[in-house]
């Protein structure tokens, strides 16, 4: 489990989509798009909602089922979004949190302009060679494949409520 | 093929979900849920029944994708469950089985409740640690790609019933 | 690229579909059902059946979603099937070939009975153990992903036409 | 980083899409087709056109599939095309192009005879090994898993441009 890169606590965790919560695979059928979730991402991040720390989606594409995937688990999520530090800047103030308290878990070049502005700044295994060489921490799993999983378990023990996961399902 | 945990034969199999009888991808196609079953995962459970060991499916999750999986098979199938151990209690007694003829397959933390109930708990290769660290059997297959097909040759020899499946395929 | 087991020219090749010319995945998105084929296995066997090397595909489910493929490339094929060496039987009497002038591939059990018939019974890479102590051939690649091509190569090799499908695309 | 057989600036890139632009899965849904296609592989299109490498996609097969995602970048696109080099060559007269200033990504045999008349002629990983065995170049990525993202950052090197993608996203 690497040191986090802060002191503090980390509140916010800014999530991009594809690639970082999918494989990176967008698929079409016929019309239809979809995409490739996974089940132990999304729990995760229903524990860290749970236990203080807020995910934040931000993807610079609109797909409906990215749309669908975040209603099933009420994330708040903004797609379409072409400048994701804006967003993700209103967020912060909104709940009144430093930059140097959030996270941010992403793969590709769209994310580095975020990836530059919060205190933790976190790659997926198979993140682009730019993005993975200006990180400070890389998962061991990939996107799509639990990278999301790793990175709550890893700021729940920084926060110091990690064992509030393990007691809930009988693991301590 | 490892050694069973168990002296008796196993009469139940209980199964998860997302992760032990899928691969964990939880897709979305517009808003439509997809999930990536394995073929010879449904066979095999296919030959369990008809040799007395019966399959029981609990998933934590509801889901149209699961549900016309599991009615194909016409599998005994419980979605959107928050408590398993509760509805396996009630499938065991109805059975008139005890805990220690019973088997469960998982993956992940909201497995462990009821894989510390049984008497043979199994999990897939690609497990979570936490319950990779409690179980006695580790699958060679993953989720969603042989692990529910493993389990039951083994529970299958283990109650002396295996040939009855080579046989039936003129493999013996 | 193996010898052949078989002195005469092959003229009929069985395939079986989930786990052979699929990955072995049954998703369902809904209560839709869907498979993953792969390209160039469907495009090698049309040239088998240019080149006088009759697909049939046999398999033991119905599906919606396999039908769609067949029919893409209008391959002969029969689903649904409890008796694949009865409706292999059948077609060859119909084409009027012997059996050692047929081969097989497939990947699991219920493919055994017929891949005893055959001349050449052929085994995707990561068939069932089973099934690979039993055939003559293994493929170097997976069901669903190059097998069928690779075995058409063969075929095609040892019936002295493989050059026709160099010549087709100005590679010889 | 490999160099470029060619001394002119690349100005048209073509690239098929079974196998090159998806990772040559061709699944069915019910009658419905799909396609795997890969997020940094479309995404990396764009700067293509953004800054001078016309990318032209060219596919043997017609499918609804392929052809929303296509729509979704609004990239120049040919489906159902059995002379590929005809089109290429139209569309590259119609851009005052030589042949030395295309470049071509492929995977497999029917890819063949327009990679033998570009300047430039690229292999995805998992290619076909009669296409790796003609190529000057081979991706490190596979097909729809990032090669045409390797092939763009190769042009736009080779072109002199590829800063110009890196201070777009805060990267240089």
Redesign the interface.
Same mark, same amino acid.
């Given at each position: 489990m690497p040191e986090a890169p802060v002191a503090h606590k980390i509140r916010i965790l800014f999530l991009d989509v !594809?690639?970082t919560l999918?494989d990176? %695979?967008?698929? #079409?059928?016929? *019309?239809? !798009? #979809?995409?490739? #979730?996974? %089940?132990?991402d999304? /729990?995760s991040l229903e524990w860290a909602r749970d236990l203080g720390v807020l995910p934040i989606v931000i993807s610079g594409?609109s797909s409906?089922?990215?749309a669908?995937?975040m209603a099933?688990h009420e994330f708040e999520h903004y797609l379409g979004i072409k400048d994701k530090v804006a967003v993700a800047d209103q967020v912060r103030a909104r709940e009144q949190v430093r930059w140097e308290e959030c996270a941010m878990l992403g793969d !590709? /070049? $769209?994310d /580095? $302009?975020l990836l530059?502005r919060v205190g933790w700044p976190i790659a997926v295994a198979d993140a682009?060679p730019?993005i993975r060489a #200006?990180v400070k921490t890389t998962t061991q799993a990939r996107g799509g494949?639990g990278a999301a999983r790793e990175v709550v378990e890893m700021i729940l023990r920084h926060n110091g409520v990690w064992d509030r %996961? /393990?007691e809930?399902? *009988?693991?301590k």
């Open positions: !594809d690639g999918t990176g %695979v967008i698929g #079409f059928a016929g *019309e239809r !798009d #979809f995409r490739n #979730f996974y %089940v132990r999304g /729990l594409r409906p089922s990215v669908a995937r099933e !590709d /070049l $769209p /580095l $302009p530059k682009a730019e #200006f494949r %996961v /393990l809930r399902y *009988e693991a």
